[in-house]
């Protein structure tokens, strides 16, 4: 019997898979808790390949396929849901890396999110951005504050994406959700055009040039909230990334704007949990205060870790911070806390302080407890 994506998926939203990968020469592979894990069958071959491709591929995605080699789009199955596929080439045949859509929004708690986030849900203006490597819970992140607000405020919400992944229904607020190739041309032609249709927020699937950088600036220092992802790992590379992508000429009057509409950086990581089984998620944030704003004009970059480190009260942290937090939670074990550091050594120091602290209090303990 000839195999079937809709099978795959089937067997794979069962399995609680986040990812299936289609390649020629082995089975169906699962991503299941962040490991890949092959599944038992005959190997796929090229016909395989080819029959999923023809089946699921519209002429506009097989054109587009043609012309770059590779192709990225969301499709809806009865019985599956939503999920997002990419295709590409792989000697000379199309292969598939599939990401399985959520069903429906996780609460905060079950994600995992600090409170921080609660409160970016609340902003009416300036610029949230949610950053990471890619397959680190952005989009997740991302559906979160969109539905937030769409459960909590009457406004008119546009998302910008590639693709569609989950499919948001109208609740308090109108939702408007345009996919990169099937509604839109481009991330910045569309963005442009967004700011005519009367928007209060807005939300861009992945700042990825100048143009759609300088646009989405725009947008936040006139009065509206504009949440996007970028895939920069922390928060302080992310401001560098930005300086870098304008020419010197700009960048002064770059930074201004910046520091201007920055509202928050939201920097993630999924880590494997110590039992082995499932990701759990580590937050930086990046809270804009008065401090940050002047280092952003300064391009003073370089110091907002410092004042990350130390503003707790604005609700930031560090990776470290929340990585040595995780560690101590039994959450993490201390390899994936060490390996994940920005500086390995504040997460030694402080454990083995604790270590220290720890029998210091043990060697007082005994005859010289209280009864």
């Not at 406004?155 to 109208?170: C, G």
């Not at 390995?344 to 303990?365: A, L, P, W």
Request: glycine fraction near 6%; aromatic fraction near 4%.
């Amino acid at each position: 019997m000839a195999i079937t994506l809709e099978k795959i998926l089937n067997s794979a939203r069962k399995l609680g898979a986040s990812d299936v990968h289609l390649v020629c020469g082995i089975a169906p592979a699962l991503r299941i808790h962040g490991e890949i894990r092959v599944v038992e069958g005959a190997p796929l071959t090229q016909e395989d390949l080819r029959r999923v491709y023809d089946a699921h591929l519209n002429d506009v995605q097989k054109r587009t396929f043609e012309e770059d080699w590779q192709v990225c789009f969301s499709k809806r199955l009865e019985g599956i849901g939503r999920f997002r596929i990419s295709v590409y080439l792989h000697a000379g045949a199309p292969e598939f890396s599939v990401r399985l859509s959520e069903s429906h929004v996780r609460s905060s708690k079950e994600l995992g999110l600090p409170e921080a986030l609660e409160d970016l849900c609340r902003l009416t203006d300036g610029l949230v951005l949610i950053t990471g490597p890619t397959g680190m819970g952005k989009t997740t992140t991302l559906n979160f504050i969109v539905n937030t607000i769409n459960e909590t405020r009457r406004a008119k919400i546009i998302t910008i994406e590639d693709p569609v992944e989950f499919e948001h229904q109208n609740n308090r607020s109108i939702i408007i959700q345009q996919e990169l190739l099937g509604d839109v041309k481009s991330y910045k032609s569309a963005l442009r055009h967004v700011l005519r249709q009367d928007p209060d927020v807005i939300v861009v699937g992945e700042m990825r040039d100048l143009e759609t950088m300088e646009t989405a600036l725009i947008a936040a220092e006139t009065g509206h909230l504009v949440i996007a992802t970028l895939h920069t790992p922390d928060c302080v590379q992310t401001l560098q990334r930005i300086y870098s992508v304008f020419p010197a000429e700009q960048q002064n009057s770059i930074v201004v704007q910046l520091a201007n509409s920055i509202q928050a950086i939201v920097a993630q990581k999924l880590l494997p949990r110590a039992t082995g089984k499932g990701l759990v998620l580590a937050t930086e944030i990046c809270i804009s205060t008065p401090a940050v704003q002047n280092h952003i004009r300064e391009k003073q970059v370089h110091l907002i870790y410092n004042e990350m480190q130390t503003g707790r009260k604005n609700k930031m942290q560090t990776m470290d911070q929340v990585l040595l937090d995780l560690y101590q939670r039994g959450d993490i074990t201390y390899d994936v806390a060490l390996s994940h550091a920005r500086d390995s050594n504040f997460i030694r120091h402080r454990v083995e302080q604790k270590s220290d602290d720890s029998q210091g209090n043990t060697s007082m303990s005994g005859p010289f407890r209280r009864s």
